[in-house]
T-cell receptor, first 114, second 117 residues
Framework: DTEVTQTPKHLVMGMTNKKSLKCEQH?????MYWYKQKAKKPPELMFV???????INESVPSRFSPECPNSSLLNLHLHALQPEDSALYLC?????????????FGSGTQLSVL | AQKVTQAQTEISVVEKEDVTLDCVYE???????LFWYKQPPSGELVFLIR??????QNEISGRYSWNFQKSTSSFNFTITASQVVDSAVYFC??????????????FGTGTKLQVIP
């Protein structure tokens, strides 16, 4: 199983809503990542988790709150988002955080904030 | 600081033509890694190749080939006999070893390839 699964695939939310994005992998990878990708732009790193602990927060606003309940799951909790937060949110994993190796990406959640 | 430049924003080719996607990078490190990822319309980025800075051998995988030249800081990607399924956005990326204790990948801006039947 070499998949990273993300749900939902599409999400529309208002600025006062609270929603969560979910990411799951069963490859035994110990590093998991959240990326944000605006249209026609490259992915931008948001968070890095290593061994279920938050390693890196790339100065992301607090309205984005990551959570790693176990080694297979990664969530991104959303609250009071702004329209400019509309983007494709990609989850990725790699075997280890501190080695340079390929990333396995999910197909993303396309988020629209109204 | 590391930087990846993909000067070609969009390329259109007719099926069966060969196409080369350009990638130029900047880094101060002597040890670094270069990647190519493919992003089809479905959204997920798919890993194609990783090359470290000490390995300048060109690589061929089926219809795909990569030309790594440290002298010009380039890592170009060629698709031979392109097919419609090759239509996607292709990202070149750079990662420096041990940068801050985690793998931070710098992506280029991507090249959108359209293969016309």
């Amino acid at each position: 199983d070499t998949e990273v699964t993300q749900t939902p695939k599409h999400l529309v939310m208002g600025m006062t809503n609270k929603k969560s994005l979910k990411c799951e992998q069963h490859m035994g990878h110990r590093a998991m990542y959240w990326y944000k990708q605006k249209a026609k732009k490259p992915p931008e790193l948001m968070f890095v988790y290593s061994y279920e602990k938050l390693s890196i927060n790339e100065s992301v606003p607090s309205r984005f709150s990551p959570e790693c309940p176990n080694s297979s799951l990664l969530n991104l909790h959303l609250h009071a988002l702004q329209p400019e937060d509309s983007a494709l949110y990609l989850c990725a994993s790699s075997q280890y955080r501190d080695r340079v190796e390929k990333l396995f990406f999910g197909s993303g959640t396309q988020l629209s904030v109204l | 600081a590391q930087k990846v430049t993909q000067a070609q924003t969009e390329i259109s080719v007719v099926e069966k033509e060969d196409v080369t996607l350009d990638c130029v990078y900047e880094t101060r490190d002597t040890t670094y890694y270069l990647f190519w990822y493919k992003q089809p319309p479905s959204g997920e980025l798919v890993f194609l190749i990783r090359r470290n800075s000490f390995d300048e051998q060109n690589e061929i995988s089926g219809r795909y080939s990569w030309n790594f030249q440290k002298s010009t800081s380039s890592f170009n990607f060629t698709i031979t006999a392109s097919q419609v399924v090759d239509s996607a956005v292709y990202f070149c990326a750079l990662s420096e070893a041990g940068s801050g204790g985690y793998q931070k990948v710098t992506f280029g801006t991507g090249t959108k390839l359209q293969v016309i039947p």
